[in-house]
């Protein structure tokens, strides 16, 4: 039995310790929807209505319509924790292999392609692909940047960690 967009709903409303009235003043949602869709009534609704509930309760829309955020894709050699690693950069932790013992970082202009790549991945909302390249890109975009000091590579490299971000 799967749980419904009510339930999850009517959960994250009772977390919030917030009665169906607060909620619809928050989220500008009729109180009549709320009520539908958390008795199952209604099983859905507009995507607007969906988002201004999502937000409502403090949680991405994804949470509260019941999609992963996490696919296949994401538990190989990239993924969510392969990112994490990449940001918080444990070759920085004693005993931990970094990036300066990467061996041939790409040039430069190899580099750059590769994060205009993933910039027009996030554009075209490829996030999955885009989480399994990001830790690979930043590992190079350090090592690039350690052996090429120029602006140009630190202005990408600040662009791979904002999309990192995003």
């Given at each position: 039995?799967?749980?419904?967009?009510?339930?999850?709903?009517?959960?994250?409303?009772?977390?919030?310790?917030?009665?169906?009235?607060?909620?619809?003043?928050?989220?500008?949602?009729?109180?009549?929807?709320?009520?539908?869709?958390?008795?199952?009534?209604?099983?859905?609704?507009?995507?607007?209505?969906?988002?201004?509930?999502?937000?409502?309760?403090?949680?991405?829309?994804?949470?509260?319509?019941?999609?992963?955020?996490?696919?296949?894709?994401?538990?190989?050699?990239?993924?969510?924790?392969?990112?994490?690693?990449?940001?918080?950069?444990?070759?920085?932790?004693?005993?931990?292999?970094?990036?300066?013992?990467?061996?041939?970082?790409?040039?430069?202009?190899e580099?750059?392609?590769?994060?205009?790549?993933?910039?027009?991945?996030?554009?075209?909302?490829?996030?999955?692909?885009?989480?399994?390249?990001?830790p690979?890109?930043?590992?190079?975009?350090?090592?690039?940047?350690?052996?090429?000091?120029?602006?140009?590579?630190?202005?990408?490299?600040?662009?791979?960690?904002?999309?990192?971000?995003?």
């Open positions: 039995m799967s749980i419904g967009i009510g339930d999850r709903i009517r959960a994250l409303r009772e977390f919030r310790d917030i009665t169906q009235d607060e909620l619809a003043r928050r989220s500008g949602v009729s109180v009549d929807t709320i009520r539908k869709l958390e008795q199952g009534v209604r099983e859905s609704a507009r995507i607007n209505t969906l988002r201004n509930l999502a937000r409502a309760l403090d949680v991405q829309l994804e949470r509260l319509v019941g999609q992963t955020t996490v696919t296949r894709q994401l538990t190989g050699h990239g993924g969510l924790l392969a990112l994490r690693d990449a940001i918080q950069d444990p070759g920085s932790l004693p005993g931990v292999l970094g990036d300066a013992n990467l061996e041939d970082p790409p040039g430069p202009d580099w750059a392609q590769q994060v205009q790549a993933a910039t027009a991945a996030y554009w075209a909302g490829e996030y999955s692909a885009l989480a399994s390249t990001l690979t890109l930043l590992r190079d975009g350090r090592a690039t940047a350690r052996e090429h000091d120029t602006e140009g590579v630190w202005t990408h490299l600040a662009l791979a960690y904002q999309l990192a971000a995003s």
